[in-house]
């Protein structure tokens, strides 16, 4: 069964530090991985996508994640903090069924808060 | 302003009752995804039209149901609301139909009282 597990349910980090938001994952077929952020009160954006090219992929706003396929890991990082990153942030696995059709699930969700 | 529009913004109504929520995409895209995002439960992926066709399905009861028309607009539909169903309903739109370059509307906010 497939699942994703963010390690993290809150991260506090100081303005100008490094970000590390953890997600693991289980599929049994090759996943692509997706993290999201959603700032208060707005909808879900995009940070960066894993669809089994590069395994270190570069998003917007300086992030960029890394797919370990030995630890099933595609965690977040940073390396500095703005005060303007505060927000929930989502890794989502999507796999294909059976069916054809795609499979999304999404992790429980991790809420950054950066310190001035 | 991301060109998706959802309505309405918020939603009050009772328990048993049925609702409609409305998501009108970005110009050209043809691709429709529905999330749920309630506080006990997190964000969940509903369900995804795509062209008209149903493309993708997630943790959607069987009392939603949606449905994308020929302008591409999409509709969700509630029934026998609980009181559980109060949450933020999001809609996105893509242009394809791979859950990438997603495009999210502000969401309509449903309490069920």
């Known amino acids: 069964a497939q699942s994703v597990t963010q390690l993290d349910s809150h991260v506090s980090v100081s303005e100008g530090t490094p970000v590390l938001l953890r997600c693991n994952y289980s599929?049994?077929?090759?996943?692509?991985l997706f993290w999201y952020v959603q700032h208060p009160n707005k909808g879900l954006q995009l940070l960066l996508k894993y669809t089994s090219a590069a395994t270190l992929v570069k998003g917007i706003n300086g992030f960029e994640a890394e797919f370990k396929k030995s630890e099933t890991s595609f965690h977040l990082t940073k390396p500095s903090a703005h005060m303007s990153d505060a927000a929930e942030y989502f890794c989502?696995?999507?796999?294909?069924?059976?069916?054809?059709?795609?499979?999304?699930?999404f992790g429980t969700g991790t809420r950054l808060k950066v310190l001035a | 302003d991301s060109g998706v529009t959802q309505t309405p913004k918020h939603l009050i109504t009772a328990t048993g009752q049925r609702v409609t929520l409305r998501c009108s995409p970005r110009s050209g895209d043809l691709s429709v995804y529905w999330y749920q995002q309630s506080l006990d439960q997190g964000l969940q992926f509903l369900i995804q039209?795509?062209?008209?066709?149903?493309?993708a399905k997630g943790n959607i009861l069987e009392r939603f149901s949606a449905q994308q028309f020929p302008d591409l607009h999409s509709e969700l539909n509630l029934s026998s609301l609980e009181l559980g169903d109060s949450a933020l309903y999001f809609c996105a739109s893509s242009p394809g139909q791979n859950f990438e370059k997603l495009f999210f509307g502000s969401g309509t906010q449903l309490s069920v009282l």
């Open positions: 039209y795509y062209n008209g066709e149903e493309r």
């Open positions: 989502v696995v999507r796999t294909l069924r059976s069916s054809g059709t795609y499979k999304y699930i």
């Open positions: 599929s049994s077929y090759s996943p692509s």
